[in-house]
């Protein structure tokens, strides 16, 4: 059964510098791209990051580039999601998400999240 | 960025009835859109991929169509399960965006 398991919310500061891991199970994780999504309360769903099997491409929405690094370490089968100069806007649960990846009828690759955890609830706040 | 647009935002529906949710997109995503369900305080849930594929152990009471701009989630008899918000999202260019979601409430 895949798992997906986050930690490392809570309280934090305006500009404070939490760190989210996401442990992962059940599957085998360096075979899988990861991504990083986010929901504010009573909101909608915001991609946030995502990363490749070996680290070698990276994605950011706009709204946290320059702040948040996504990073991975496939030995502890763990995600993360380093978070820098936090803001009131980015009060949010945090999801660790999979991806799977197909070629369509053209050949072409694609990917899609087809695994969720449970999230993490990261509220910045004074 | 490739906007993601649902209606409508609340559909009341009886249970037994159809529900049919819509998903426009600002340009041609071809058929990379996935349809995810989510119940409160819970993570959201693959229902559909590539517009129109079930995703593993999803009733086929769940249908997806579209391409292209246009596409549209079908729930053919809704159960009580199926009290929801819906959301679509495009995988087809970076950045990965989603609609707003759809509603789904009992009448």
């Known amino acids: 059964e895949v798992q997906l398991v986050e930690s490392g919310g809570g309280l934090v500061q305006p500009g404070g510098s939490p760190r989210l891991s996401c442990a992962a199970s059940?599957?085998?994780?360096?075979?899988?791209?990861m991504n990083w999504v986010r929901q504010a309360p009573g909101k909608g769903l915001e991609w946030v990051s995502y990363?490749?099997?070996?680290?070698?491409?990276?994605y950011y929405a706009d709204s946290v580039k320059g702040r948040f690094t996504i990073s991975r370490d496939n030995a502890k089968n763990s995600l993360y999601l380093q978070m820098d100069s936090l803001r009131a806007e980015d009060t949010a649960v945090y999801y660790c998400?999979?991806?799977?990846?197909?070629?369509?009828?053209?050949?072409?690759?694609?990917?899609?999240?087809?695994?969720w955890g449970q999230g993490a609830l990261v509220t910045v706040s004074s | 960025e490739i906007v993601m647009t649902q209606s409508p935002a609340t559909l009341s529906v009886s249970p037994g009835e159809r529900a049919t949710l819509s998903c426009r997109a600002s340009?041609?995503?071809?058929?990379?859109v996935v349809w995810y369900q989510q119940k409160p305080g819970q993570a959201p849930r693959l229902l559909m991929y590539?517009?129109?594929t079930r995703a593993t152990g999803i009733p086929a009471r769940f249908s997806g169509s579209g391409s292209g701009t246009e596409f549209t989630l079908t729930i053919s008899s809704l159960q009580s399960e199926d009290f929801a918000v819906y959301y679509c999202?495009?995988?087809?260019?970076?950045?990965?965006?989603f609609g707003q979601g759809t509603k789904v409430e009992i009448k």
């Open positions: 998400a999979r991806e799977m990846n197909y070629y369509d009828s053209s050949g072409s690759y694609w990917g899609y999240i087809d695994y």
């Open positions: 059940g599957f085998t994780f360096s075979s899988y791209n």
């Open positions: 990363i490749t099997t070996s680290s070698s491409t990276i």
């Open positions: 340009q041609s995503v071809s058929s990379n």
């Open positions: 590539g517009a129109s």
């Open positions: 999202q495009q995988y087809s260019n970076w950045p990965r965006t």
